[in-house]
């Protein structure tokens, strides 16, 4: 059974610094893993999704990068502002059906302080 | 403007009560998704359901029912039997090629 683990469990960091927030997992039969960030109580956003075959996505100040064979995901999170206080979260899809169906792991919960 | 409308945000529940909550997309997706969240813990699978009139038990089922009559809905249903029902429900739908799941705001459910 496919297990998704994130840590640090939480973190805290000064604004303007680079962070690196971890996701591991053990069943490498992957489709993809996705990135989510969550606000207090608000639903998820997704950030990023690495299909398998690829190595790293990036959307603006955010790099995701995937290697698949040691199950291992990071988000690296450039220049950190305020704003990205939340909640982050990665998800893997498994490699059979036709429909993802998530694994989650139990966050990291990020504060960036002024 | 597309998304993944939950309704209500917040619900109560009476000891012994069914109760119903709302999920509806207009993303044109196939695959949808009930997720329960509990402080401390991921995102764990209720239903889902890859097409219409289908549907399957995800990791944690019991006390819940779900119907899909239509693509853009899929209702979950809280019944008595779920013990503990008090949690954060996440609806999700997902475009099966590209499998990149998005999701509503969510229910808070609480049993009074």
């Known amino acids: 059974k496919q297990e998704v683990t994130q840590i640090p469990a939480a973190l805290s960091v000064p604004e303007g610094e680079n962070l690196v927030l971890n996701c591991s997992f053990t069943d490498s039969a992957i489709y993809n893993l996705q990135w989510f960030r969550q606000d207090p109580g608000k639903g998820l956003t997704s950030l990023l999704l690495i299909q398998s075959s690829q190595r790293e996505q990036t959307s603006g100040r955010l790099n995701a990068s995937l290697d698949k064979s040691s199950g291992r995901s990071t988000l690296y999170i450039a220049a950190s502002q305020p704003g990205d206080s939340a909640t982050y979260l990665c998800?893997?899809?498994?490699?059979?059906?036709?429909?993802?169906?998530?694994?989650f792991g139990t966050g990291t919960r990020l504060q960036v302080t002024l | 403007d597309g998304g993944i409308t939950q309704s209500p945000k917040y619900l109560f529940r009476k000891e012994g009560q069914n109760v119903t909550l709302s999920c509806e997309q207009n993303?044109?997706?196939?695959?949808m998704y009930w997720y329960r969240q509990d402080p401390g813990q991921g995102l764990r699978l209720i239903y889902y359901s890859q097409i219409v009139n289908d549907f399957q038990k995800g990791d944690i089922a019991e006390g819940y029912s779900v119907s899909r009559e239509k693509k853009e809905s899929f209702p979950l249903t809280v019944t008595s039997a779920q013990k503990n029902p008090t949690a954060f429900y996440l609806c999700a739908s997902c475009n099966a090629v590209q499998t990149e799941a998005f999701f509503g705001q969510g229910t808070r459910l609480t049993v009074v």
């Open positions: 993303l044109n997706h196939d695959a």
């Open positions: 998800a893997v899809a498994p490699l059979t059906g036709t429909a993802s169906k998530l694994t």
